[in-house]
Structures are given as C-alpha cells and as structure tokens.
T-cell receptor, first 113, second 116 residues
Framework: KAGVTQTPRYLIKTRGQQVTLSCSPI?????VSWYQQTPGQGLQFLFE???????NKGNFPGRFSGRQFSNSRSEMNVSTLELGDSALYLC????????????FGEGSWLTVV | AQKVTQAQTEISVVEKEDVTLDCVYE???????LFWYKQPPSGELVFLIR??????QNEISGRYSWNFQKSTSSFNFTITASQVVDSAVYFC?????????????FGTGTLLAVQP
C-alpha cells in the first residue's frame, strides 16, 4: 500500500517567487492536512482539507493557500516567497471513519534564497 | 488552549540502554487523542502510536511501550534495549475533538542519539 506521496522533494526558489507543492494521500483517505516545520517554530499546522473543502486553517498569512481535488489529491501554494518560508512542508492524510490516525509523507524541503 | 511539552531536548544513550521520552499535554477537551511520531533524518514523520483519552491502558509493542496517565496529563514513551536505528527525533502530539478536524498540536521534539 503506497504511503503519502509528496512532490517535489527538494526545491530552491528566489524571494518573491511562488511555489506549488503537491500531495497524493494514501488511497481511500479523504482528509489531507499540511504542516510547516522550521527549526525555530517547530511543527505548525497550516490547513486541512476534507472532500475538497477547507475544514480548518492555522495561523499563517494569506500567502499560504491550498486546495483539494475530487480525487483527494491536494496542493498548497505559497506566493511572494520570503526567506522565512524556508522549511520542510509535510502533508498528512487520514481515512474517513478513522480520522484520528494520521500518516505523513516524506515532505518537501523548500529553500528560499 | 492546547499544548504539548517535551521537556527533554536531547537524550544520548548507549546501545542496549532503556530510555524514556517524556510528554506532558494540556487540553480542556474531554475527548482527545495522543500520538507519538518518529522523524529520521529523511524528514518523514513515522506514526508510532495513537491513544484515546478514554483508554488509559498502557501498551507494549516489541521494544516500545507507552505509559498514559490522565491524572498527570502525561503520555511517556519508553524504548527498551535501544538500538542505533532508534536514533531520531521523537514527537508527541495532541489532537483535541472540540472541532471536527484533524489538527495536531506537536511538542518541540526530543532528539534521541543512540551510540554504539
């Protein structure tokens, strides 16, 4: 059974650019959430999507956005990148009916220069 | 407010030693879930265990065991006979059920270094 798949795994962007990260959840999982991990702030919740609807959002500026498609795949976008956006972005998925076991992907390492 | 505290920033042990990672949580929810994840250098958060707030039964899985005590709001994790492969950052996390979402609140993590 394939796990949560995130692409790309590594990327380097320049300040001011935008970036789109992709996440394919475990087959059958309908909830997808995103987390940002930095050395200073640790692991922080960005947002969660369920059935193509954003169900919860963390305390991040509007530059951070996401969406979920009908096949449960999700993307997150960060516009007008800042140096502080350099982080590991982790996607997680969970199964409806057993929404309390959350599985994570390997993450996308974003470096902003 | 919900909060998870992992007071141990870094622990170093020698292989075959037992080690306990501490986790203290705060929540006003009567129903909640507690998790432990392992993060190797690759970055992926590997799920280890989930406990429900209404089930205080401790659990053992191979070399791993968990001690959940609601009275002290603690959910500690013990590795018996540690191995070098156990070296990683370990995170404790809390999910409240005040809302119908799967938001995890993480502790700051404990870096475990197992020396050969």
């Amino acid at each position: 059974k394939a796990g949560v798949t995130q692409t790309p795994r590594y990327l380097i962007k320049t300040r001011g650019q935008q970036v789109t990260l992709s996440c394919s959840p475990i087959s059958g999982h309908r909830s997808v959430s995103w987390y940002q991990q930095t050395p200073g702030q640790g692991l922080q919740f960005l947002f969660e999507y369920f059935s193509e609807t954003q169900r919860n959002k963390g305390n991040f500026p509007g530059r951070f956005s996401g969406r979920q498609f009908s096949n449960s795949r999700s993307e997150m976008n960060v516009s007008t990148l800042e140096l502080g956006d350099s982080a590991l972005y982790l996607c997680a998925s969970s199964r409806s009916g057993d929404e309390n076991t959350i599985y994570f992907g390997e993450g996308s390492w974003l470096t902003v220069v | 407010a919900q909060k998870v505290t992992q007071a141990q920033t870094e622990i170093s042990v020698v292989e075959k030693e037992d080690v306990t990672l501490d986790c203290v949580y705060e929540t006003r929810d009567t129903t909640y879930y507690l998790f432990w994840y392992k993060q190797p250098p690759s970055g992926e958060l590997v799920f280890l265990i989930r406990r429900n707030s209404f089930d205080e039964q401790n659990e053992i899985s191979g070399r791993y065991s968990w001690n959940f005590q609601k009275s002290t709001s603690s959910f500690n994790f013990t590795i018996t006979a540690s191995q070098v492969v156990d070296s990683a950052v370990y995170f404790c996390a809390l999910m409240g059920r005040g809302g119908a979402t799967n938001k995890l609140i993480f502790g700051t993590g404990t870096l475990l270094a197992v020396q050969p």
